[in-house]
């Protein structure tokens, strides 16, 4: 479906296909993957089944070749019931397939895009390491160039499937330290001799999304997995990255639309001094301030979706989505465990939950601190 014909009620269907599949596969184990920290990996191949994890894939390549607006939509109803699989399906979208689909040669779109699309492969991205996290123009894991392959030593670190991906992106430094055009990007796959997974991160929330660390030894990858061209790989990410700050903006869309309708459902029922809790100002006006700020997080990040269709300059667009809808998320995952009181600190109700999935929308991808930067360079030139 071209996103120029797109019209509302083939939204509303793209919507209601998500709505059904939440409620079908994620509603009813939410609390229990989070307790358990368990990653469900088969939910991730029904969900490539039902065409939410090759998203922007053409057709041809056997996506769902759909645009950011549908994107947009499908995260976010993801999000609003759970923001563990929410990240998963951002991460697999737009930054391992993503790649792939931006800088990949026809034939890696071929062998590879079908397989993510589809759900049968989950895909990784590596471009964070343990002491180089928005410093990456100084990341230690290097790639050395050696007749028809490369030798790749070092660690990634924060990486969403990074132990239960079936293929990675990987950005290493083959050139000199704090070149821009001395990282290359790779393709590859699991059970290639020398990539291993490392430490499994403990998490204050998203804790059914996987993170943990991609341990390169002395692993030999062909020449023919490179993306693009040598010495791309910086370059390339920081492109993806504007891309995946819409994903983490709808992320956090969801998160924020989900603390707020629970709170809407439980100022209404709960009754003190003879009353809703609604009926009172200073409840009232919390769900005002969280409506608001959802509305215009949700304009910022549709904004940067149509400029992401139509292939203009998103950079600054990307990240001032990314930057108000994760804060957003966090304000309304607070407010919601205020509103609903004492239940709110409890695991009965999901408030807490909204509060503890939304702090890493803040830091993924980009740190608020970092968002600021990239916008105010774009405004001073």
Known sequence: MATDTLTSSDLDLIRQSARDAVKEYIAPHVMQWDEDQFFPKEVMHILGQQGFLGVLVPEEFGGSGLGYQEYITILEEISKVCGSIGLSVAAHNSLCTGHILMFGSQAQ????????????????????????????????????????????????????????????????????????????????????????????????????????????????????????????????????????????????????????????????????????????????????????????????????????????????????????????AVLCGNEAVQIHGGYGYTKEFPAEKFLRDSKLCTIGEGTSEIQKIVISRQLLG
Not at 264 to 291: N, T
Not at 293 to 318: C, F, H, M, N, Y
């Open 109 to 328: 779109k071929e062998k590879y895009l079908p397989k993510l699309a589809s759900g049968s492969h989950i895909g990784a991205w590596g471009l964070t390491e343990p002491g180089t996290g928005s410093d990456a123009m100084r990341m230690q894991c290097v790639a050395v160039e050696e007749e028809d392959h490369y030798v790749i030593n070092g660690t990634k670190s924060w990486i969403t499937h990074g132990k239960s991906s079936d293929v990675a992106v990987l950005i290493a430094r083959s050139g000199d330290l704090l070149d821009s055009r001395g990282m290359t990007a790779f393709v590859v796959e699991r059970g290639t001799p020398g990539f291993s997974a490392g430490k499994k991160e403990n998490k204050l929330g998203m804790r059914a999304s996987e993170t943990a660390e991609m341990i390169f030894q002395d692993c030999k990858i062909p020449k023919d997995q490179v993306l693009g061209k040598p010495g791309e790989g910086f370059i390339q990410s920081m492109k993806i990255l504007d891309g995946g700050r819409i994903s983490i903006a709808a992320l956090s869309l969801g998160i924020a639309r989900g603390a707020y309708e629970c709170s809407v459902a439980y100022a209404k029922q709960r009754e003190q001094f003879g009353k809703p809790i609604a009926h009172f100002q200073g409840i009232a006006f919390k769900l005002a301030d969280m409506a608001t700020k959802i509305q215009a997080s949700e304009l910022l990040t549709r904004k940067a979706g149509s400029l992401k269709d139509a292939g203009k300059p998103v950079t600054k667009e990307s990240a001032m989505a990314k930057l108000f809808a994760s804060e957003t």
